[in-house]
């Protein structure tokens, strides 16, 4: 038997905040929803009760809608993301992938070989595995909770599994001359986050969703929450240097929030406001990454560096400061707290390590002038 408290939603608004208020066969199911979204709240206990029911019906797990896994999980733990924004592209993708009302159970090895294919035929091995690394949390939050999920493959060394290989650790710095080419050859509105994140060294996330309000032009600096252990992530504070001030100030007038925008080529119709495209108009970078990803690598192909990622210009802002100033600017530059990554990051190009070696050459051949014996004349000797 079902009965609700307060009519046949089964929610209650507390302040800003709904609560499911309702109970089956006896159970009562109490607590904050999280969400000041009614629809939202409507969706999460429509979703709990069909599950509670099901499982007094037929003693087994309750069973989840995909749509339904999402929006619990961004409620309870995604939202709260420093990388928020893009588990929010991640969910969009899943429920249009996988279909909305398709059950958590029903994604078997099979289901999901054809997604991650299809996928791959888009996107890098890293960016699908990404996606598919946040199906897979969704999947691990919803067995906490008791709910039907699969037992999947997600990532093993024997046999089938769902993980790509993806290439070791490389990184390409970015010569002066390939960085010109590779800016004109970005779309216009495309060149100054890329810009921007050569000079500043900050990772894409920081550099896509940078704010006004993260710029402070009298004090001359750029706040930035970049990654951290701790809740939230940690502040990172760079200098506003005049060529960065000639960077950003071309982008004001473009949105009132976002710094770096795109002009939308083609109107897109939705019912979503914030998936809603008209063209001529600007939008922000951090709301739809796919014209972006796709310029990136028509661009990247036409410098003839078709591995060359994004982060690999943060690379190369460590690199350039490196040979400017040292490592311990870099580290500040890039916001490490160990030393050691930041070597990572500030490694020598391979020109650099052979000018390196020649002249360590040079001065030993000084130094053993005189003791070295000349190399023997190639050829047999008669006798």
């Excluded at 199911?29 to 037929?58: E, M, P, Y």
């Excluded at 770096?260 to 080529?265: A, E, G, I, S």
Aim: charged residues 30%; proline residues 4%.
């Amino acid at each position: 038997m079902v009965r609700s408290r307060d009519g046949r939603d089964g929610i209650k608004l507390r302040g800003d905040v709904y609560y499911e208020n309702f109970s089956v066969n006896g159970r009562q199911f109490r607590g904050s929803l999280k969400t000041g979204d009614r629809d939202i709240a409507k969706t999460l206990v429509a979703a709990k009760r069909a599950a509670a029911l099901l499982g007094v019906a037929t003693g087994k797990k309750p069973e989840i809608t995909v749509a339904a896994a999402v929006i619990r999980h961004w409620n309870e733990y995604a939202q709260h993301w420093r990388t928020a924004y893009q588990a929010q592209i991640h969910n969009r993708t899943l429920v249009d992938e996988l279909g909305a009302n398709t059950l958590l159970s029903n994604l078997d090895f099979n289901r999901l070989s054809a997604f991650v294919a299809g996928r791959r035929a888009r996107l890098e091995n890293a960016s699908v595995n990404r996606e598919t690394g946040h199906l897979r949390a969704i999947v691990n939050a919803c067995d906490e909770w008791g709910y039907n999920v699969p037992k999947l493959p997600w990532r093993s060394s024997r046999g089938p599994n769902l993980w790509l290989d993806e290439p070791e650790n490389r990184q390409t710095i970015v010569s002066e001359d390939t960085e010109e080419a590779l800016l004109a050859a970005l779309r216009e509105d495309f060149r100054p986050v890329a810009r921007f994140a050569i000079v500043s060294g900050v990772r894409r996330e920081n550099a896509l969703a940078l704010r006004w309000t993260q710029i402070d032009w009298q004090a001359e600096t750029i706040t930035f929450r970049t990654k951290s252990k701790k809740p939230g992530g940690k502040l990172h504070v760079i200098a506003l240097t005049e060529r960065l001030k000639a960077i950003l100030s071309r982008e004001r007038g473009n949105h009132p929030e976002f710094v770096f925008t795109y002009v939308c080529r083609h109107t897109v119709p939705s019912p979503d406001p914030e998936r809603r495209r008209r063209r001529g108009e600007r939008y922000p970078m951090t709301l739809d990454g796919q014209n972006f990803r796709r310029d990136w690598v028509r661009a990247r192909q036409a410098v003839g560096l078709p591995e060359l990622r994004f982060h690999d210009l943060r690379h190369t802002a460590g690199t350039r400061i490196t040979r400017q100033r040292g490592i311990k600017a870099a580290q500040k530059l890039l916001g490490h707290a160990d030393l050691r990554t930041t070597e990572r990051y500030a490694a020598f190009e391979l020109g650099d390590l052979r000018e390196a070696m020649e002249a360590v050459d040079r001065t030993a051949q000084i130094l053993h002038k005189g003791f070295i014996a000349p190399a023997k004349k190639q050829g047999g000797t008669n006798g």
